[in-house]
């Protein structure tokens, strides 16, 4: 067990230390699936903080493994606009967990928590750790983590913490470079 730990313990750190070698969304993608399945996890999503209009999810969303479904539907049903995540997410910049079992107990009423928990529910997304981040411009996003194993533990939030802040910074320098030479030149230069 304790080796199993150790061994464990080496996969995040070697995780971690891959972020800066990225050079497309793509390996981040790669990493972010990696980094859910060495966790326990189901999906990640990559969002910039949506403006007080924004209504989909979809429209600010940087990268997802959620099903293109849950998305559709999420967005469908207009759940962003009453979202208590996003709510906190314009709050604070200190990382939280959701546990919706916990929010909308079973055989209760209708409701939009219900709504929400049925949703997640049926792609066993229940329980999510969710990562406020910022780039060097200041662009706020939130990187967040889904799956119906047992919230994570405080270490795992810290390490998870890590990831994100990572991840988005990457996203923000990958973005950066995807400029096409003498873009951002002014004339004389």
């Known amino acids: ?8 313990a080496r996969d995040k750190l070697a ?4 972020i800066s070698t990225l050079a497309t969304q793509y390996d981040i993608v790669r990493l972010l699936k990696k980094i859910t399945e060495v966790y326990g996890l189901r999906a990640f999503l990559v969002t910039r903080m949506p ?3 924004s209504h989909a999810l979809q429209s600010t969303s ?6 293109a ?14 979202s208590s995540v996003l709510a906190q997410l314009r709050a604070s910049t200190v990382p939280f967990t959701v546990d919706l079992t916990e929010r909308a107990p079973a ?11 049925a949703l997640f529910t049926a792609y066993s997304m229940e329980r999510f750790a969710v990562f406020p981040v910022a780039n060097a411009e200041g662009e706020r996003g939130a990187v967040s983590f889904y799956g119906d194993r047992p919230l994570p533990s405080e270490q795992e939030m810290l390490e998870l913490s890590m990831v994100s802040i990572h991840v988005f910074d990457r996203l923000y320098q990958i973005g950066r470079t995807g400029q ?4 951002g030149l002014t004339e004389r230069e």
């Open 107 to 117: 055989g209760t009423g209708g409701g939009r928590d219900v709504d929400v928990l």
């Open 62 to 67: 940087v990268i997802s493994s959620w099903p």
């Open 69 to 82: 479904d849950l998305m559709a539907r999420y967005d469908q049903a207009s759940l962003m606009g009453s």
């Open 180 to 183: 096409k030479p003498g873009e």
């Open 51 to 53: 403006g007080a209009t």
């Open 15 to 18: 995780l971690l230390k891959s």
């Open 1 to 8: 067990m304790e080796n199993q730990e150790k061994s464990l």
